[in-house]
């Protein structure tokens, strides 16, 4: 734990986001939101959502005020559970726009999952997962963590990304393939 | 517990988001049954956690809080009810993943309508559930010991099995095995002789029979 004074200083999303969740607290969640927001924003940019940005960190700023007591530190970190209520939101996005009529089609809900509790693993134990998640992105060559980034992040396909990076679509592929090898092993490794 | 499983990239599309409706429905399927991939997406879902993270941040209009706040605020006085996201605290006691289709079958699998194809082979057809155009997906039931025909596919195909197993010229696939297939395979599957197979299958293109099966082409669509 002596590798990261960045988040040392961060401060504890868990316990601004349960007052949000007790006692509607309207500062916590300004803190929540002015960390978040922008970020999200700077992923629904990435993901070619321009137009949508605004709305997406809207729709997901809206349902973290209303779901904030579903959040249990047992699940994950604030980051990461913030990261699944964005990619849920985004998707369900996208398929109302291309939504021609009102349909019974399956939710997006149901095949995304944001577990609500998970007896079998302690807290403690899921935020050193974050942390060592970061750590283990960190230990990535460059060259695989921006393939990876794009890849990810940036919803791209593996020949937009070998266009964009103008470099071989087999060499794209082997990079991506390499750094998620090598993540499996430091994931099994921690055994988490 | 299962053997075959989607692979990382697959993983990783799924905890990106960026995979197609249909493929995240297989994919969900298999983490109903499997408690690695449960496990890895999870992990997957951290590096979404973490990019988040270090990712540079865009600016937001200045009033775009208060906005929000006050949007909030009125609708809350309308709807006391704070929690409206399924699901209701009814269910919280579902730990793991619940089956993405249990909400929308009108039965259990045993009591389906099913579709027959064949004295052997019977589907219930989902592809309006999921809607997403050039795929086809279905619940497939196979007799036990039933052989499949030869077929080939141009597209992909993912199949999950969800109860029975069955094997092909790759391998013997048992309940919640993730099984994959392109272009390049050609493959006639037979379900195990003890019980009936039943499975989900995910087709983004019309499967080609080989042989006289072709008449059946594209309504029989079966791994
Ligand atoms: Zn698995």
Not at chain 1, 46 to 61: C, I, R
Not at chain 2, 31 to 47: A, E, G, S, T, W
Request: aromatic share 8%; charged share 20%; hydrophobic share 40%.
């Amino acid at each position: 734990m002596n590798d990261s004074t960045a988040t040392n200083d961060s401060p504890d999303w868990g316990a601004l986001l349960a007052r949000v969740a007790e006692h509607d607290d309207k500062a916590a969640f300004r803190a929540i939101y002015q960390h978040f927001a922008p970020r999200i924003k700077a992923y629904a940019i990435n993901q070619g959502f321009s137009q949508h940005a605004e709305v997406l960190v809207q729709e997901v700023m809206t349902s973290v005020w209303r779901n904030a007591e579903k959040y249990s530190e047992s699940l994950a970190s604030v980051s990461t559970w913030v990261f699944t209520i964005t990619r849920n939101q985004r998707i369900d996005i996208l398929r109302k726009l291309n939504r021609t009529r009102a349909e019974v089609v399956i939710e997006t809900e149901d095949l995304w999952q944001i577990p609500t509790e998970d007896t079998t693993i302690c807290s403690i134990q899921n935020l050193s997962t974050e942390k060592f998640v970061t750590a283990a992105l960190e230990k990535l060559p460059e060259e695989q963590m921006i393939a990876l980034r794009k890849v990810y992040y940036e919803g791209k396909t593996h020949e937009e990304v070998a266009e964009e990076l103008n470099i071989p679509l087999g060499t794209v592929k082997g990079r991506l393939r390499l750094s998620l090898q090598k993540l499996r092993v430091m994931f099994e490794a921690k055994e988490i | 517990m299962s053997a075959y499983h989607p692979d990382d990239m697959t993983l990783m599309n799924y905890a990106a988001g960026s995979c197609s409706i249909p493929e995240s429905l297989a994919v969900a399927m298999h983490l109903c049954f499997c408690h690695d991939c449960r496990q890895h997406v999870k992990n997957l879902n951290h590096l979404g956690g973490a990019l988040l993270e270090t990712i540079k941040p865009a600016s937001t209009d200045d009033d775009a809080f208060e906005t929000l706040m006050a949007s909030l605020e009125s609708h809350d006085h309308s709807a006391p009810v704070k929690v409206k996201m399924e699901p209701t605290p009814s269910d919280r006691s579902i730990q793991h993943f619940t089956n993405p289709l249990l909400r929308y079958l009108p039965t259990s699998l045993a009591n389906l309508p099913w579709q027959r194809q064949t004295k052997e082979i019977s589907k219930f057809d989902l592809t309006s559930l999921i809607n997403v155009k050039g795929f086809q997906i279905a619940l497939q039931k196979i007799s036990a010991g039933a052989k499949v025909p030869m077929h080939t596919h141009k597209g992909f195909e993912y199949t999950v099995i969800l109860s029975g197993g069955f094997s092909d010229e790759l391998g013997v696939y048992h309940e919640g095995d993730f099984i994959a297939r392109d272009a390049s395979h050609k493959h006639s599957p037979t379900a195990l002789q003890n019980e009936d197979c039943i499975c989900l299958t995910v087709l983004n293109a019309p499967l080609k029979f080989t042989g006289w099966y072709r008449v059946l082409n594209p309504f029989m669509a079966w791994s």
